[in-house]
């Protein structure tokens, strides 16, 4: 077959800060899933496009022709009289401690919406929500699409891995981009994030678009950049879809790492667990009724266990046991208060870091984790601690991590003189939405 462009060229156009005709776009992304365009050429225009940006047209076109690179779901055999509402879903961008999928999926069915989440494993730093749930003795990830329109129309809520049919090219490109530093781009995240949304086919989405140093977008400015852009591609798309700007310089909730994020998922669908999970669940559960046309106050169904009713049924339709033990850590090692004084910062970036070497994340895409390792948190910015009381409580099968989670800690919290620290934490910083 005669290629219609040259690769070389597009990546020289982008080098040199120039704008990529469409046709080079659709191109270059069909070529790329086709093998035909080379691992080091794509990457020297992931390079290109980080340092040089794309425009909105572009990052519209590249959106498109990912998802042109592989099938769009069609969840409409559950939708309409005697079925589900609407569809609504919701993603993170990425963040340490982001358990929210598990309470949020299944509270939000309770009002009749399905919500399709596809989800992905973790990389780095930040964890993820398939991992978490595999602690689940028996829980299996992988789905048939008869399977998923099945919990939807009947559950009401699945949470699975997306199928390799869904933007195949985003699924080389973000793998791609994960080993040469090009992760961190407004463009790149949009369209990986968008064109797997868009292809899924939900009738709403609502993006939790992450700020700080546990996020990809440490300042608040890049964030809101990102929403706007990703707020746009989804409207263009006829998806409604809306952004809050969320909060990650500190970890979510009290536990990182897998069987400890479910536990505590666990608490929070029974009414109780963390502050800041159960806030974050409540207005994401909120935003996406409201785009299916629903009022209701979800914090009522965490309170009143229809949440947990919903979340024990979704976890067994996929084989899981939402009543087994979780797996738990063979040793742990206690990160202790230096002085007496407030805890008045602790590092989403450290803490996630520290996971992750303890084995509740992974190196390379086929490494597998550990169902028990992780970081519990005892204290949170704002709390009196007592010297020698314990901080946290670092947890792993495999001892020989403890030092290197402990040096990822070392910079990682302050603990300050005084009754009192100025640590007020403003979760939600704001909403961002085409209207
Ligand atoms: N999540 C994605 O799916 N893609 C990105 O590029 C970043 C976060």
Redesign the pocket.
């Known amino acids: 077959m005669t290629e219609a462009f040259d690769a070389v060229e597009v990546i020289r156009r982008k080098r040199d800060g120039e704008r990529l005709a469409p046709e080079q776009i659709d191109w270059v992304i069909d070529a790329y899933t086709r093998g035909v365009v080379a691992e080091e050429q794509m990457s020297a225009l992931a390079m290109a496009v980080f340092l040089n940006g794309m425009e909105r047209g572009e990052i519209a076109r590249w959106t498109r022709a990912m998802i042109a690179s592989g099938e769009r779901l069609d969840f409409s055999p559950i939708l309409g009289p005697g079925g589900k509402v609407a569809t609504a879903d919701k ?1 993170s ?2 963040g340490v401690g982001d358990k929210i999928t598990l309470p949020l999926a299944p509270l939000v069915a309770v009002y009749g919406v399905a919500v399709p989440q596809l989800s ?1 494993r973790g990389l780095g730093h930040t964890g993820g929500t398939l991992d978490k749930l595999e602690s689940i003795p028996g829980w299996r990830a992988e789905l048939s699409h008869a399977e998923v329109l099945e919990m939807l129309g009947g559950i009401g809520a699945v949470i699975c891995a997306a199928g390799a049919g869904l933007a195949p090219a ?1 699924k080389k490109l ?1 793998a791609l ?1 994960d080993v040469t530093a090009t ?1 961190e ?1 407004i463009p ?2 949009a369209s ?2 968008m064109s ?1 949304k868009i292809a899924e086919g939900t009738d709403s989405l609502v993006l939790d678009v992450k700020v700080g140093s546990g996020a ?1 977008m440490k300042d608040e400015e890049r964030a809101r950049e990102l929403a706007r852009v990703m707020v746009e591609l989804g409207e263009e798309a006829g998806v409604r879809t809306s952004a809050l700007l969320t909060e990650m310089s500190v970890p979510l909730g009290a536990s990182v790492g897998n069987a400890i994020e479910v536990e505590e998922s666990v608490e929070v669908l029974a009414g109780g667990g963390p502050g800041d999970v159960v806030e974050l669940t409540v207005a994401l559960a909120r935003e996406m009724l409201a785009a299916s046309g629903i009022g209701e106050d979800p914090a009522e169904a965490l309170a009143d266990g229809r949440a947990m009713d919903v979340y024990r049924r979704m976890i067994r339709a996929q084989g899981g046991n939402p009543d087994a033990a979780l797996p738990t850590a063979r040793e742990s090692h206690q990160v202790l208060a230096p002085s007496d004084g407030v805890l008045s910062r602790l590092d989403a970036l450290a803490v996630g870091t520290a996971s992750w070497r303890l084995g509740a994340g992974r190196a390379r895409k086929e490494d597998a984790v550990q169902a028990g390792a992780g970081v519990r948190l005892h204290a949170k910015p704002g709390d009196r601690v007592a010297r020698g009381q314990p901080l946290m409580t670092l947890l792993t099968d495999t001892p020989e991590r403890f030092p290197r989670a402990v040096e990822a800690l070392e910079e990682g919290f302050t603990v300050t003189e005084g009754d009192s620290a100025d640590v007020e934490r403003r979760l939600i910083l704001d909403r961002l939405s085409a209207e």
Do not use: A, C, N, P
Request: proline share 0%.
């Open positions: 993603h961008t990425g992905g985003d973000y981009r992760v781009s790149l995240i990986s994030i797997k990809f």
